[in-house]
């Protein structure tokens, strides 16, 4: 009989990516995948590390299977990713109902580990050293990417597909945990990644994002020579089949005029760049350890936007950093009003236990505070998106459709024609009403009408 699996994800694009890749490896060991957690006997949370708020939604939702995993002890309950590997045994204590705890860097094992807790083995938890626990080749050894072979059924959409070409982060940004829970950087070979994205594109999938927390400090060695980001690029765009190429996250340092180039000519690049600041204050990104001033932030934007018109460019930000004032507040406002991002992800600072800002400085910008930046600053970055989106009102758009929108997914099953949703190759949303057959194929559409988030129209 299969097993039923439930994978619930939460945070950024490469722990969706790891539930997949997981969810794709326990499908081929005869396990079935279903949408409801009381359907399912092993359930399996990935989770997120970044804010405190991510954490305590999964302790409270663990919370909650306390009483279905004593009337039910046979069903297995898993935390796996960033939070396993920060909390470990911790999470046993605060839920000792949980059978199993792995870390980003032991995915691979996850089969086994199952197959022996079902044996009646006892709980379980694999996790990666401690970034200051060993030396640096050990630590390294201890994260073990997984990237097994890509399966169409463990993708929600079969015609886009994500791809890593590195794991951890070196950066150490004083507010983040990601070096610490996802270990070292470590860029995968150019040539397995390239193996990857032709099998993808053999499996018609059109549109492909490279995953990695700073992406375009990508570097192979691997092969004798070096081997960056842009050069990637160059090697993907003549994928056959292949149609669409994006890549996040950025870090302002190592925009280089060649990775400007590349998006610049190759035809399948996407002119999108998701290129966090995290905030407009030199004194404050300094204390973040971001290694970058405002000024040279801003070059780096005159540059994009001088050889890629038309590229969209998105940030992060975050407001109520230890020691914001007013007058840093306003600088960051500033970056957002001049640099007419197409949008920005804003965040309230979060202290995270074993990172530097939250062992040298005191949280000290009140919630109230942080809430009213955020709200303020939200606001300003929305007016900029209504106003640069109302130009593309009468417009014609070419989307990747990927299937009903929120709205269409409630729409009943039995009707054919439901609300679609699709993104431009500028990362876009648009909406439009549609057959359910449409989903995958890229479409013109022509723009009726636009908000600062989505553009509304009809195919053409
Ligand atoms: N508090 C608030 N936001 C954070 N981010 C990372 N760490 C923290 C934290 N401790 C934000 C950054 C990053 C995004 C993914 O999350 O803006 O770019
Ligand atoms: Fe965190 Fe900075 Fe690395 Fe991004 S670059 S994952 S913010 S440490």
Do not use: W
Not at 257 to 278: C, F, G, N, T, W
Not at 347 to 376: C, G, H, I, Q
């Amino acid at each position: 009989m299969p097993r039923r699996l439930h994978i619930q994800t939460v945070g950024c694009q490469m722990n969706v990516l790891d539930s997949e890749l997981v969810a794709a490896e326990l499908l081929a060991a005869g396990y079935e995948l279903v949408e409801s957690p009381r359907r399912a006997d092993t359930i399996l949370f990935n989770t997120c590390s970044v804010r405190q708020h991510a954490e305590d939604k999964i302790y409270s939702a663990l919370g909650r299977l306390k009483h279905v995993k004593q009337q039910q002890p046979q069903k297995i309950i898993g935390v796996l990713g960033c939070m396993a590997q920060k909390d470990q045994e911790k999470i046993f204590r605060r839920a000792p109902h949980v059978d199993l705890v792995v870390g980003p860097g032991q995915l691979g094992q996850l089969p086994g580990l199952l197959e022996r807790i079902a044996a009646g083995e006892g709980p379980r938890m694999e996790v990666s050293l401690d970034r200051s626990s060993g030396s640096r080749a050990s630590v390294r050894r201890s994260y073990q990417p997984h990237d097994p072979l890509r399966v169409v059924e463990a993708r929600s959409v079969p015609h886009q597909a994500m791809v890593r070409v590195m794991f951890g982060c070196d950066k150490f940004c004083t507010y983040c945990v990601v070096p610490s829970v996802r270990g070292p950087e470590q860029s995968r070979p150019a040539a397995e990644i390239e193996a990857e994205v032709r099998c993808l594109a053999g499996q018609g999938c059109l549109e492909v994002t490279l995953l990695g927390q700073t992406v375009n400090s990508y570097r192979d060695e691997s092969g004798g020579g070096v081997v960056g980001l842009a050069e990637l690029l160059y090697r993907l765009n003549e994928v056959e089949g292949l149609r669409r190429l994006k890549f996040v996250t950025n870090h302002p340092q190592h925009v280089t005029r060649e990775l400007i180039e590349a998006v610049r000519d190759l035809p399948k690049v996407s002119p999108y760049l998701h290129v966090p600041a995290q905030s407009g204050s030199n004194r404050i990104l300094r204390r973040m350890k971001r290694g970058y001033t405002a000024e040279e932030y801003r070059e780096m934007l005159a540059e994009i936007r001088s050889e890629i018109p038309e590229a969209a460019v998105t940030s992060d930000f975050i407001v109520g950093f230890p020691g914001e004032t007013h007058e840093d507040y306003r600088q960051t406002v500033e970056l957002v009003r001049q640099g007419r991002f197409k949008n920005c992800f804003i965040f309230k600072y979060s202290p995270r236990p074993k990172t530097k800002a939250a062992e040298l400085y005191a949280d000290d910008v009140p919630e109230e505070v942080k809430r009213r930046r955020n709200n303020e600053l939200l606001a300003v970055q929305n007016a900029i998106s209504l106003q640069d989106n109302q130009p593309l009102v009468g417009r014609r758009v070419e989307i990747l459709v990927e299937g009903p929108s929120k709205l269409g997914r409630k729409q009943p099953p039995g009707g054919d024609v439901v609300q679609l949703v699709g993104r431009t190759v500028c990362d876009r949303i648009v909406v439009f009403e549609g057959p359910r057959h449409l989903a995958g194929q890229l479409l013109p559409i022509s723009v009726q009408r636009a908000d600062a988030v989505t553009l509304f129209g009809k195919p053409t």
